[in-house]
């Protein structure tokens, strides 16, 4: 009896041992999986399809490239100001706002990234599908849950709503979407995709089923830069950043060719990106082509380059430091780009264009990379969906000019469209920019947009912002004209105002479908402070759905 008592204790020790290691490390299980399920293989060449040996006679329709960032701030590319105070220097991505037009007031179609992707590839508000939150495993959301204890307001795990996840896999843009991809590919474009994707992963939503030709990339939402001991980079991890801990746990060093074996790429994530681009563009200089080159940086992990790292001395902070190097890396994959469209002789007739699909993290723990606005990533204040917009058509847009806007993410399939001279779609919530861009048409694209993430809403008509969150119950009311910035509230002043924008809101929800999948997790996120500062009860915040 003794023994079995000894025994049953020993047992009930082990599974508590086992469920505190469980509840401690259990987030590194997913990539434990996915590496036994998926094996990595070593890194191997790349050939692209090549075109004709020769152009065809005639007059060629311009090739298309969109480039998009990952959580760039507003503030982290030189012509806004700059990592480290204007240390950080961006001349390669500033001369596409040089050389082409640049938009005052452009957004991001979301604050996150699945979304914001899936408005771009489709030209539609990704609600209007029901693509409202960021695909992630149900592993992520339930570690987040009980990540953050310090925090005034705790995450909120929906856990009545896990039956009604679907598999990660399904997460993503539906096949009866018609993707700015397809259109290109019928226009007879050649279509390629490099980096990364995160619009679904089964079968049916991967790059190649969704109109495109050629893929190259990752299909989750982050990647790993460099392996973290490799001798030449330099890693910046974020201990006070439950997503960090994450990524570093799960995330592979790899990339995947047409939906084949996932392999090793060569060197630094971002360079390699902009070395397959070059090689890609070579391939099909004789031809029309179509490239969404979605670079990673500088999402997290935070992972730079030695050589890029040493060239920033200049910036104490060990983490801006690396973040900096990322932003150089960045730059310099635009300008790889930009260089072999020169050489290859496709620089005049070549439409460029760089966003990035929302505004910087306030997880990274560095104030002012979306200054001067107010708010992140996760947020619908100006700093989570404001971005850079540039348009470069050397043959057919103006040098060094801006448009005021407001544009959005979902132009860019009218845009692109119009360009290659497809024929107008009827069902877009995006217009065709070209007009405003070659100065034939004035005033704004859009008189009204809206945002949304489950109870938290957006509406912009005209000049004038108005936000409103469940969690916490309240609204926010700005005048963009006169109020930039968004740092002064008029929803008290203007009651009437407030009713009539919360109808347009209204009347918008009523057009959408139901999400395709729920969000597991509500997280506070504050206005104007990033994660590494301490909770006060004055702070500012939104709950976050995904």
């Given at each position: 009896?003794?023994?079995?008592v000894?025994?049953?204790?020993?047992?009930?020790?082990?599974?508590?041992?086992?469920?505190?290691?469980?509840?401690?490390?259990g987030?590194?299980?997913?990539?434990?999986?996915?590496?036994i399920?998926d094996?990595?293989?070593?890194?191997?060449?790349?050939?692209?399809s090549?075109?004709?040996?020769h152009?065809?006679?005639g007059?060629?329709?311009?090739?298309?490239i969109?480039?998009v960032a990952?959580?760039?701030?507003?503030n982290?590319i030189?012509?806004?100001g700059?990592?480290?105070?204007g240390?950080?220097?961006t001349?390669?991505?500033?001369?596409?706002?040089?050389?082409?037009?640049?938009?005052?007031?452009?957004?991001?179609s979301?604050?996150?990234?699945?979304?914001?992707?899936?408005?771009?590839?489709?030209?539609?508000?990704?609600?209007?599908?029901g693509?409202?939150f960021?695909?992630?495993?149900?592993?992520?959301?339930?570690?987040?849950?009980?990540s953050?204890?310090?925090?005034?307001?705790?995450?909120?795990?929906?856990?009545?709503r896990?039956?009604d996840?679907?598999?990660?896999?399904e997460?993503?843009?539906?096949a009866?979407?018609?993707?700015?991809?397809?259109?290109?590919?019928?226009?007879?474009?050649?279509?390629?995709?490099?980096?990364k994707?995160?619009?679904?992963?089964?079968?049916?939503?991967?790059p190649?089923?969704?109109?495109?030709?050629?893929?190259?990339?990752f299909?989750?939402?982050?990647?790993?830069?460099?392996?973290?001991?490799?001798?030449?980079?330099?890693?910046?991890?974020?201990?006070?950043?439950p997503?960090?801990r994450f990524l570093?746990?799960?995330?592979?060093?790899?990339?995947?060719?047409?939906?084949?074996?996932?392999f090793?790429?060569?060197?630094?994530?971002t360079?390699?990106?902009?070395?397959?681009?070059?090689?890609?563009?070579?391939?099909?200089?004789?031809?029309?082509?179509f490239?969404?080159?979605?670079?990673?940086?500088?999402?997290?992990?935070?992972?730079?380059?030695?050589?890029?790292?040493?060239?920033?001395?200049?910036?104490?902070?060990?983490?801006e430091?690396?973040?900096?190097?990322?932003?150089?890396?960045?730059?310099r994959?635009?300008?790889?780009?930009m260089?072999?469209?020169?050489?290859?002789?496709l620089?005049e007739?070549?439409?460029?264009?760089?966003?990035?699909?929302?505004?910087?993290?306030?997880?990274?723990g560095?104030p002012?990379?979306?200054?001067?606005?107010?708010?992140?990533?996760?947020?619908?204040?100006?700093?989570?969906?404001?971005t850079p917009?540039?348009a470069?058509?050397?043959a057919?847009?103006?040098?060094?000019?801006?448009?005021?806007?407001?544009?959005?993410?979902?132009?860019?399939?009218?845009?692109?469209?119009?360009?290659?001279?497809a024929?107008?779609?009827q069902?877009?919530?995006g217009?065709?920019l070209?007009?405003?861009?070659?100065?034939?048409a004035?005033g704004?694209p859009?008189?009204?947009?809206?945002?949304r993430s489950?109870?938290?809403?957006?509406?912009?008509?005209?000049?004038?912002?108005?936000q409103?969150?469940?969690?916490?119950?309240?609204?926010w009311?700005?005048?963009?004209?006169?109020?930039?910035?968004?740092r002064r509230?008029?929803?008290?002043?203007?009651?009437?105002r407030?009713a009539?924008?919360?109808?347009?809101?209204e009347?918008?929800?009523?057009?959408?479908?139901?999400?395709?999948w729920?969000?597991l997790?509500?997280?506070?996120?504050?206005?104007?402070?990033p994660?590494?500062?301490?909770w006060?009860?004055?702070?500012?915040?939104?709950?976050?759905?995904?």
């Amino acid at each position: 009896m003794k023994r079995l008592v000894i025994g049953v204790g020993v047992l009930a020790l082990l599974a508590l041992g086992g469920f505190l290691a469980f509840k401690q490390y259990g987030y590194y299980l997913p990539g434990i999986i996915s590496n036994i399920r998926d094996p990595i293989a070593p890194y191997h060449e790349v050939t692209w399809s090549s075109g004709p040996a020769h152009a065809a006679e005639g007059v060629r329709p311009p090739n298309v490239i969109v480039i998009v960032a990952d959580d760039l701030g507003f503030n982290d590319i030189s012509i806004n100001g700059g990592v480290g105070g204007g240390v950080v220097r961006t001349p390669n991505i500033d001369a596409l706002a040089q050389q082409g037009v640049s938009v005052v007031q452009a957004y991001a179609s979301n604050a996150t990234c699945s979304p914001s992707r899936a408005a771009i590839m489709t030209g539609r508000y990704p609600t209007r599908f029901g693509f409202e939150f960021t695909g992630a495993p149900q592993a992520f959301a339930r570690y987040l849950s009980h990540s953050d204890s310090n925090a005034l307001h705790q995450p909120i795990f929906h856990n009545e709503r896990v039956a009604d996840m679907p598999p990660l896999e399904e997460l993503g843009v539906p096949a009866s979407e018609v993707t700015i991809a397809e259109v290109m590919h019928d226009q007879g474009y050649h279509t390629l995709h490099l980096g990364k994707w995160h619009l679904g992963e089964a079968p049916e939503m991967r790059p190649e089923a969704q109109g495109f030709d050629e893929s190259l990339g990752f299909m989750a939402g982050a990647a790993m830069y460099m392996r973290p001991n490799d001798p030449d980079v330099i890693n910046a991890e974020l201990p006070f950043d439950p997503i960090d801990r994450f990524l570093w746990a799960n995330l592979p060093y790899a990339v995947q060719l047409n939906g084949g074996q996932r392999f090793r790429p060569r060197g630094y994530m971002t360079d390699y990106l902009a070395e397959q681009a070059s090689a890609a563009i070579v391939a099909n200089r004789n031809r029309p082509f179509f490239m969404y080159l979605a670079f990673n940086a500088p999402h997290t992990p935070l992972q730079a380059t030695r050589a890029d790292y040493d060239a920033l001395s200049g910036i104490p902070d060990h983490t801006e430091r690396v973040y900096g190097a990322m932003i150089t890396a960045l730059d310099r994959g635009v300008g790889r780009v930009m260089e072999t469209l020169r050489e290859q002789g496709l620089d005049e007739n070549t439409l460029v264009i760089f966003t990035s699909d929302n505004g910087g993290a306030w997880y990274v723990g560095l104030p002012n990379i979306n200054r001067p606005y107010r708010g992140w990533k996760a947020t619908f204040f100006e700093g989570g969906i404001r971005t850079p917009f540039f348009a470069r058509w050397l043959a057919r847009l103006p040098a060094a000019t801006r448009v005021e806007g407001p544009v959005t993410h979902m132009d860019i399939f009218a845009t692109a469209a119009a360009a290659a001279g497809a024929p107008a779609a009827q069902n877009l919530d995006g217009v065709d920019l070209l007009p405003y861009l070659t100065g034939r048409a004035q005033g704004a694209p859009h008189r009204r947009l809206f945002w949304r993430s489950g109870p938290y809403r957006v509406v912009r008509d005209g000049d004038w912002k108005l936000q409103v969150s469940e969690t916490p119950d309240r609204a926010w009311l700005f005048n963009l004209r006169d109020d930039p910035t968004e740092r002064r509230d008029l929803s008290t002043a203007e009651p009437q105002r407030v009713a009539a924008m919360r109808a347009m809101i209204e009347a918008q929800n009523a057009q959408m479908p139901a999400p395709l999948w729920p969000a597991l997790i509500e997280g506070a996120v504050r206005i104007d402070v990033p994660l590494n500062t301490p909770w006060r009860e004055e702070q500012e915040y939104i709950y976050w759905s995904n």
